[in-house]
């Protein structure tokens, strides 16, 4: 198919200083959880990117001194020499297919707590350094002769970079991780020297750093800039006013202005707080205070919001992270006229846990994420069937829906049979929760493409028993009927039923979605600690019920901190009025009120309550599984060579957890066995001589 002339402005070249990109797609710096511990797999991930059709790609953070790093987190690094093989790996892979390699230079300053290397912290002023950890080390404020440091250091680091090859030289200065941004903010630089004070003082540190930049690998390589938007921390952060008045006084400075918005947090936030384009009122005029092209963010997955950004003279580039994980292929579809074909981001950031962690990466909507190299998987590209010939999908949930798809396309005759009436399982049912309406996308793309397979058939209120199954005769079943939250309590403060009057109704996740709703004072018990216990919360202060919130964590939703909006969901829920009680367990469950307990002392308390929701723990949907293998010695005659469970029906979990099942299922289906061999690629230190 041609490509949509609306779109052609999206595929314009565009100068960066002394380079060229190929179009205005431009994958900002993104994290992986990869870093310096897997480097090839992080090379091939950008690899794939290339080939995507993306005119710039950006490495993530690269620690460019060792006396500035962030341990526990793993980013990349360019301590010295050492490093260069594997950046070039990466910067090799990027410009593959034509695209513009860029590496991020980040030097952590208040933000680097120096965990590995134990060098003791610098930054424009003392101050105790600003983590996710809240490690207790403090920063000292560097004098002059640390500045000129710094500024060498960063010329060997201009230089390693070219000699690793890439084409473009990020100086960070955003997300309030940037020594660059460090300076410039009245919250973090209280300096009375030549380096503090005005907004032209606070700006020389920025300015010496590009002008040795430009010296140094200004022939050949393009330099860019990312700053924050607004600090969104009062009246002593640096303000969206203030980077206006900044870039005004230093146009011409950058070769590219990158702008990003806030903290992280703010930056990056999920679809259930952040709208596409969310950061477009910030950025909107900044363009005719320079005439340095400006590269945006703001989640697009929509090329006319795309095309609307540069016509509207807001963006130059338009900047992708999440998206561009999403799929990769972003811009190539975009190219072919395959909009439709298009794995939009859904907002989950599900990939940001990945560096939070400090684990691999995963993507909710493209499994391969991350296991381009380790697995060999590649998101548009998937090895021909094997030997068998038919398999029988049973439950359409995100695992049903995935495993169908990639195994419709590997070319086996499948059936997808789904109980209900609808696609998408426990998607269907989340995607109408308060904030979650993206997360249906997970569903729509799969359910588009399914319909283009004419090796796929769907069939609907086909709730399956074991000996349907085996009168059909499909020589493989993949059981992926999800699972159901319990309704006795069992998670971890509880890992045996909890104590219950049966006079109390008690109501679980699954009521709730299927609307059977309580009335009057509801006390929810939230020990499942992801999104779902606030979501529920929010929904049923809604609907005029009074709402305490109970948790054993000292935060709400505890594990989304690891997602960006711990903080964001509890200032909705205080916002819609719900009480939050945290560090409590709820002891026991009485006719008309709840025994909580203190989760460290044991003290018990009472709240009254005239309904308690639980959100706890689920447990796998798997009765069919268990009654096939009880029949297994009838599978030969039957035609049946393997039987399996996948996604939320084996162990419940996130639904990246289950897309990945699907997708993994699909894959290995008539693959060798491994044996005891380790299913994926991992690279080992090499020992050093001593």
């Known amino acids: 198919m041609a490509r949509d002339p609306r779109y052609d402005i999206l595929f314009e070249p565009l100068k960066i200083g002394p380079v060229t990109a190929k179009n205005r797609f431009y994958q900002v710096p993104h994290c992986n959880g990869g870093g310096y511990r897997d480097p090839s797999a992080a090379a091939a991930m950008r690899g794939v990117k290339s080939e995507g059709g993306w ?58 707590p120096n965990l ?83 907004l032209e003082n606070r700006a020389r540190l920025m300015r010496e750093l590009v002008a040795e930049a430009r010296d ?4 050949t390589c393009g330099i ?77 997955t929509s090329p006319d919001v795309m095309v609307r950004q540069i016509k509207s003279g807001v963006l130059d580039f338009i900047g992708c992270a999440r998206p561009s994980i999403a799929d990769p292929y972003l811009p190539k579809k975009v190219e072919e006229g395959r909009i439709d074909d298009i794995r939009e981001c859904i907002g989950c950031n599900m990939c940001i846990t990945g560096d939070m962690t400090m684990s691999i990466s995963r993507c909710t909507q493209n499994p391969t994420f991350m296991e381009e190299w380790r697995k060999g998987w590649h998101p548009e590209e998937i090895a021909v069937k094997g030997a068998s010939e038919s398999v029988l999908v049973v439950g359409a949930g995100p695992a049903g829906l995935e495993a169908a798809l990639a195994l419709g396309r590997r070319g086996y005759r ?120 606030g979501v529920l919360a929010e929904l049923l202060a809604a609907t005029g ?63 009254p309550a005239d309904a308690v929701a639980l959100v706890t723990s689920r447990i796998g949907r798997d009765g069919i599984w268990r009654d096939l293998l009880a029949c297994q010695p009838e599978w030969a005659d039957a035609g049946i060579k393997s039987v399996k469970r996948i996604g939320d029906a084996e162990a419940p979990g996130p639904i990246a957890w289950a897309t990945y099942a699907g997708h993994r299922y699909a894959r290995e289906l008539d693959a060798p066995d491994l044996g005891d061999a380790m299913p994926f690629r991992r690279e080992v230190a090499a020992l050093a001589v001593d």
Not at 82 to 88: E, K, N, S, T, Y
Not at 493 to 508: Q, R
Request: with cysteine; hydrophobic share 40%.
């Open 55 to 112: 005119g710039v790609i950006f490495t993530e953070q690269c620690e460019m001194h060792h006396t500035s790093e962030i341990t526990p987190f793993i980013e990349l690094r360019l301590w010295d020499d050492a490093d260069i093989p594997a950046l070039a790996k990466m910067a090799e892979a990027m410009k593959r297919n034509g695209a513009l390699a860029g590496i991020q230079l980040a030097y952590s300053g208040v933000n680097g």
């Open 116 to 198: 590995y290397t134990r060098e003791v912290p610098r930054a424009p002023t003392a101050l105790p350094i600003r983590t996710f950890t809240n490690d207790p080390v403090q920063a000292r404020a560097m004098d002059k002769q640390d500045i000129r440091d710094l500024r060498r250091w960063h010329r060997n680091a201009y230089r390693r970079a070219k000699q690793a090859g890439f084409d473009l030289v990020c100086l960070y200065g955003a997300h309030g991780f940037g020594i660059i941004q460090h300076f410039l903010s009245t919250a973090t630089n209280q300096r009375n020297d030549e380096y503090g004070g005005s």
């Open 216 to 219: 140094e690998i200004g022939d």
């Open 224 to 300: 860019t800039l990312r700053l924050s938007l607004d600090e969104m921390i009062g009246d002593l952060g640096f303000a969206n006013a203030e980077l206006r008045d900044m870039i005004e006084m230093h146009a011409d400075l950058p070769d590219l202005w990158d702008l990003a918005h806030g903290a992280w947090e703010d930056c990056s936030g999920p679809s259930r707080f952040k709208e596409e384009g969310a950061q477009e009122r910030l950025v909107a005029g900044i363009k005719q205070l320079t005439p340095k092209p400006v590269v945006g963010v703001g989640r697009f």
């Open 414 to 533: 499948v059936a997808l049979a789904e109980a209900g009436t609808e696609l998408g399982g426990r998607v269907a049912r989340e995607c109408k929760l308060p904030g979650l309406s993206a997360w249906g996308r997970v569903r729509d793309y799969r359910a588009y493409q399914l319909g283009k397979l004419a090796n796929v058939e769907i069939y609907f209120d086909s709730r399956l028993s074991a000996e349907d199954i085996l009168g059909f005769g499909f020589e493989h079943v993949a059981i992926a009927t999800g699972a159901d939250w319990r309704r006795d309590g069992v998670a971890r403060a509880h890992v045996v039923p909890m104590p219950m009057d049966a006079a109390m109704p008690v109501f679980t996740p699954d009521d709730l979605m299927d609307g059977r709703l309580p009335s009057g004072r509801v006390v929810l018990f939230d020990d499942d600690h992801y999104y779902m216990g």
């Open 545 to 607: 019920c009074q709402v305490t919130l109970v948790t054993t964590s000292a935060f709400v939703s505890d594990w989304t901190r690891n997602t960006l909006e711990q903080g964001a969901i509890h200032r909705r829920l205080a916002a819609a009025g719900i009480e939050i009680v945290l560090n409590r367990s709820v002891a026991r469950i009485a006719g008309d009120h709840v025994v909580t307990a203190c989760a460290y002392t044991g003290a018990v308390g009472a709240l």
